[in-house]
């Protein structure tokens, strides 16, 4: 812990007068980063802003948990900035929670004029989050965890702790007295990050103690050559990608590394900050579909984005709602048209109409989800032969208004899975049966 001390001190070169946002949620790692900030607070005349979240999500202590970090900011002469999410829309929950969360810390740092808001992240979450990001997919950028300083407009964004263990931290917090609350919900198998800590970290700690050490070094290592690729693609991309228009001609002179890059570029420039319902394999589905010999063709991406070719050009625009027409490939989690989500699930106890059991065996993957087409049918479960899928609309009362938007799950062979909400098809499974495939419709 030393070493961030001596890292804000020398390297960073906190001054007199600075004003210093710091992210504090009440557990050791944001505490202990506070603890840093006031001891140097006894030697440099700096203004502390502590900002706390509520993510309002039902957890039991959250209340509680605000409170504590409150009355510490009180008893230290510390400013104390909260707020609480008060909603949630239709979108992805992490990725809507850390929109919230970074627009109101971006308020506070811009209320006092601060030069940088400090995040406790450390070196076992970056491991954590480099070992998800290469199970899931991601970018070169995305595959490198986290920065530790990161430059936004007028501020910077800095993670002190990003090269200390997670046992260091709490060792900190012990023999310096520094009070925490430890987050109930850190010990559910549930949440994918909790496995990884639990489980998979360990294991690689095993093989070397300071294995936080190298993936700082390999995190640090695919930063530099993704800006090395960053400035490359800069140069190119006015001419390859003007007005927002792709020249496929142009794209496929380039080499297979930069090509990627454009792809993604072109994905952050769409997302911007729903990045995190974007992986590699969408990526991918541009990259076919720009190489394809189809002179026209589209492809729908999530939250009802189009990509188009026509010719020698490619756009990514967002999809009509005069338009009912959908179809979205399954990856993680879809946002669709009629407010609902499909979301696929690692474990689940339902077993109602709005959770689906599919063995990939038995199905080809990938799953689409689209709107329904004429002559649609299914083999709904129990029953022998295929159903119209407008029968079933008919027979559940569906209002025709309604039935433009459902939801119809297919596989790469056009059989229909599922009809979320409405009727299982022979594919699903029960509870007992091998299953490797659970979705959710909510």
């Known amino acids: 812990m030393l070493d961030a001390y001596n890292f804000l001190v020398n390297d960073l ?21 506070l603890d840093i900030l006031l001891k140097i607070r006894k030697n440099i005349e700096i203004e502390i802003i502590c900002v706390h979240v509520n993510h309002n999500t039902g957890r039991m202590g959250q209340t509680e948990e605000q409170k504590f970090v409150e009355s510490y900011c009180k008893d230290n002469q510390v400013t104390f900035e909260t707020m609480t999410i008060e909603d949630y829309g239709d979108d992805n929950f992490h990725s809507e929670a850390h929109t919230k969360r970074y627009n109101f810390f971006n308020e506070i740092v811009k209320k006092y004029h601060a030069k940088y808001l400090f995040t406790a992240h450390h070196g076992d979450d970056l491991i954590e989050t480099i070992l998800m990001r290469i199970v899931r997919g991601s970018t ?80 640090k290592i695919l930063l530099e050559y993704n800006d090395y690729i960053d400035n490359l693609v800069s140069n190119k991309i006015k001419e390859i990608y003007p007005d927002n228009i792709l020249n496929i001609e142009k794209f496929k002179q380039e080499d297979h590394i930069i090509q990627m890059k454009i792809i993604f570029y072109i994905l952050e420039h769409i997302y911007q900050d729903y990045l995190m319902l974007i992986t590699d394999r969408h990526a991918e589905i541009l990259y076919e579909l720009i190489h394809s010999k189809r002179a026209n063709a589209l492809i729908h991406l999530p939250n009802n984005i189009q990509a188009i070719k026509t010719y020698n050009n490619l756009v990514l625009i967002p999809t009509p709602m005069t338009n009912y027409e959908y179809e979205i490939e399954i990856i993680k989690f879809v946002n669709l048209p009629n407010g609902k989500n499909i979301e696929v699930l690692e474990e689940s106890d339902e077993t109602n109409n709005f959770i689906c059991y599919l063995d990939s065996n038995e199905v080809k993957l990938p799953l689409h989800v689209r709107t329904r087409k004429d002559g649609d049918k299914m083999y709904v479960l129990g029953m022998a032969g295929r159903k119209k899928i407008n029968d079933i609309f008919i027979d559940s009362k569906i209002s025709t208004q309604d039935r433009e938007l459902w939801p119809v799950v297919v596989d790469s062979n056009e059989d229909i899975v599922w009809l979320p909400g409405l009727k299982k098809s022979k594919f699903d499974k029960t509870k007992s049966e091998k299953y490797d495939i659970i979705l959710k419709y909510y």
Do not use: W
């Open 13 to 33: 070169k906190i001054k007199y007068g600075d004003f210093l946002v710091v992210a504090v949620s009440g557990g050791p790692d944001s505490m202990s980063l």
């Open 140 to 219: 070169l950028k995305g595959y490198s965890g986290f920065s530790k300083i990161v430059q936004m407009d007028n501020y910077k964004i800095v993670r002190p702790l990003i090269d200390i263990t997670k046992q260091e931290i709490v060792n900190y917090c012990q023999t310096n007295n520094v009070p925490y609350k430890e987050d109930s919900s850190n010990n559910k198998d549930v949440y994918t990050r909790n496995r990884f800590r639990k489980y998979i970290v360990p294991e690689f700690k095993k093989e070397d103690k300071n294995v936080h050490q190298k993936f700082y070094k390999f995190s």
